[in-house]
């Protein structure tokens, strides 16, 4: 009899245990965190570097360039004559999420240079206005292949 107690025992010991482990099982297990966006200089860093000189330049001037590109709000990318590009990241966020926005810089001496202005206009009624304005950066240098990683990495947030 001490025998079949011992085995009723370890019959529910186990059956105890097996509804233990198959309740953990069952239990959502918490999911990793996403991975953050990699930030503009990891992305850089990913891709060929531009030809010549990839230092960032205070100045731009305004004869280097042709277009000017909103990656995003806090993001703009300089087009110039055949590859020639640099990326300039604004000190704040401000030009909005619009699609095309039209700029509005504070030029001085026909360059654009780090700290100068850059806000988005909008012609209301016939009248020019520009929402807030935030500071350049500097303008780095960046090879078309960084560019267009920087857009397919940042475009969306």
């Known amino acids: 009899m001490k025998t079949s107690n011992l085995n009723l025992g370890m019959a529910a010991a186990l059956v105890a245990a097996g ?10 297990q918490p999911v ?3 991975t953050p966006s990699p930030s503009v200089d990891e992305i850089l860093a990913s891709a060929p570097q531009p030809d010549g000189n990839s230092r960032p330049v205070s100045c731009l001037p305004d004869t ?3 277009d000017v590109e909103v990656i995003n709000p806090e993001l703009l990318l300089f087009h110039g004559l055949g590859d020639r590009m640099w990326l300039n990241q604004t000190r704040q966020a401000c030009l909005g999420s619009r699609i095309d926005p039209v ?3 504070d030029m001085r001496r026909g360059r654009l240079c780090d700290l100068d202005s850059v806000a988005v206009a909008d012609n209301i009624g016939g009248h020019w206005s520009t929402g807030a304005a935030c500071s350049l950066g500097k303008f780095a240098p960046v090879s078309p292949e960084q560019a267009e990683l920087v857009r397919a990495e940042l475009s969306r947030s």
């Open 103 to 105: 700029l509005a810089f």
């Open 32 to 34: 990793a965190d996403a």
């Open 64 to 66: 280097a360039y042709t």
């Open 19 to 28: 509804l233990v482990l198959g309740a953990c099982a069952t239990q959502p």
